[in-house]
């Protein structure tokens, strides 16, 4: 008789301990991750209480992480669309 907490969904052998591993791993990494983000909350709220604007911090960060290319190709676009709608 097979150990049923060893047979997978495709009625394969899953190694327990190494599944149990993985997934704990997993857990600690979320952690982290909610961690991390309540620091950049933190951040957030520190620079509000400092006068800066928090919505044009998060989007000059986004900035930050494009090429320059990929930035400017993205701005030339979006210039064209505000500008046929008459925006600009």
């Known amino acids: 008789m097979t150990d049923e907490r060893n047979e997978g969904m495709g009625g394969g052998r899953v190694a327990a301990d190494e599944l149990r591993l993985l997934i704990e791993r997993a857990e600690r990494l979320e952690e982290e991750k909610k ?13 509000k209480s400092r006068g800066y604007d928090a919505k044009a911090i998060k989007k000059i960060m986004a900035i930050r992480k494009k090429k320059k290319e990929e930035y400017q190709e993205e701005e030339a ?6 500008h046929a709608l008459g925006m600009l």
């Not at 676009?77 to 505000?82: A, C, G, S, V």
């Open 35 to 47: 961690g991390i983000s309540d620091d950049i909350k933190d951040v957030m709220a520190e620079a």
């Open 77 to 82: 676009i979006l210039e064209t669309y505000m």
